[in-house]
């Protein structure tokens, strides 16, 4: 939820710039959000102030290969760039399976 505090600063666009939306909805609120650059705040409607793409692990198969590719999917579908896909797994297969884990809560919402 957004507080008078976040509102965004003068120098953003007008309107929401959640990642793959296509909102045409005015800014309300400022959210931080996580790129191949690194994080960046970026401002957004109040239907988009999760701006994390979602990423659905319920009924899929547990080992690390079937998350990295349920994550590559979504990354493409909410309309990330390969640079950014290339950052997910970069940060994703930098450790054991909790480091995979703590990358995709990370980068999504996962349900």
Not at 31 to 37: H, K, Q, V
Not at 68 to 93: C, H, P, R, S, W
Request: charged share 20%; hydrophobic share 40%.
């Amino acid at each position: 939820m957004c507080r008078a505090d976040d509102y965004p600063p003068y120098d953003m666009p007008e309107m929401c710039q959640a990642p793959g939306v296509g909102c045409n909805r005015p800014i309300t609120c400022t959210t931080p959000i996580r790129f191949a650059s690194g994080h960046a705040t970026i401002g957004v409607c109040a239907d988009h102030i999760n701006a994390k793409p979602p990423l659905v692990l319920t009924g899929i198969d547990g080992n690390a290969f079937s998350i990295i590719g349920a994550a590559q999917k979504a990354l493409k579908k909410a309309g990330y760039t390969k640079a950014d896909i290339v950052a997910f797994n970069e940060e994703a297969m930098s450790g054991d399976y909790d480091r995979l884990l703590a990358a995709c809560f990370g980068w999504f919402t996962v349900t």
